[in-house]
């Protein structure tokens, strides 16, 4: 990992540990479908859908920005191609800045942006495995619908780049989920 992206990881750890003793922090977590952007010619099948899964400790700044560390798996493709199971993985850690709006009262939409590091793996059954870990922008949209004042039921998109042997896949997200603050 860069010194760089080390640094701001720190420096944005410090803010939210800081400011979870302010009442203004929160936690989210979401599970849904991830996709590889990846080409299924010449594959007897392919399966370029998986199960994603994001965790994310945010601190609420002011007029709606947040600082945000996370985790985010787009989850796992496969493919079989002359005969050969090929899958592919990607996940990794991220930290950006989000904007949450408030529609009204129970309503708001948001957007992240950030720097994920993303490890990316491949792996031809029976022959073997690449692993490449690459730091990648990243982005997101939520949608949210407060049941509770501090708990809200999300919709998320988000999207980055997975890179193997010098290929860059889109890898995205769309997921439900909970963001519980405190």
């Known amino acids: 990992m860069k010194k760089s992206?080390?640094?701001?990881?720190?420096?944005?750890?410090?803010?939210?540990?800081?400011?979870?003793?302010?009442?203004?922090?929160y936690v989210s977590a979401d599970v849904g479908l991830g996709?590889?952007?990846?080409?299924?010619?010449?594959?007897?099948?392919?399966?370029?859908?998986?199960?994603?899964f994001k965790f994310i400790l945010g601190l609420q700044l002011e007029e709606g920005f947040a600082g945000e560390l996370g985790y985010i798996d787009f989850g796992r493709a496969g493919a079989t191609v002359s005969g050969m199971n090929v899958t592919g993985e990607a996940s990794g850690g991220m930290v950006g800045l989000a904007y949450l709006a408030k529609l009204?009262?129970?309503?708001?939409?948001?957007v992240r942006v950030g720097a994920a590091r993303i490890e990316a793996k491949g792996a031809v059954a029976g022959v073997g495995s690449i692993t490449e870990t690459h730091t990648k922008p990243y982005f997101g949209l939520v949608g949210s619908y407060a049941i509770t004042p501090t708990t809200h039921i999300e919709l998320a998109f988000d999207t980055s780049k997975a890179e193997l042997v010098?290929?860059?896949v889109t890898v995205q997200s769309i997921a439900i989920g909970v963001r519980q603050a405190f």
Do not use: E, K, P, R
Not at 10 to 23: M, P, Q, R
């Open 5 to 25: 992206t080390l640094a701001a990881v720190g420096l944005l750890a410090s803010i939210i540990a800081v400011g979870a003793h302010a009442d203004n922090g």
């Open 35 to 52: 996709h590889g952007n990846i080409s299924c010619q010449g594959a007897t099948s392919c399966n370029n859908n998986g199960t994603s």
């Open 104 to 110: 009204n009262n129970n309503i708001g939409v948001g």
């Open 166 to 168: 010098s290929n860059d």
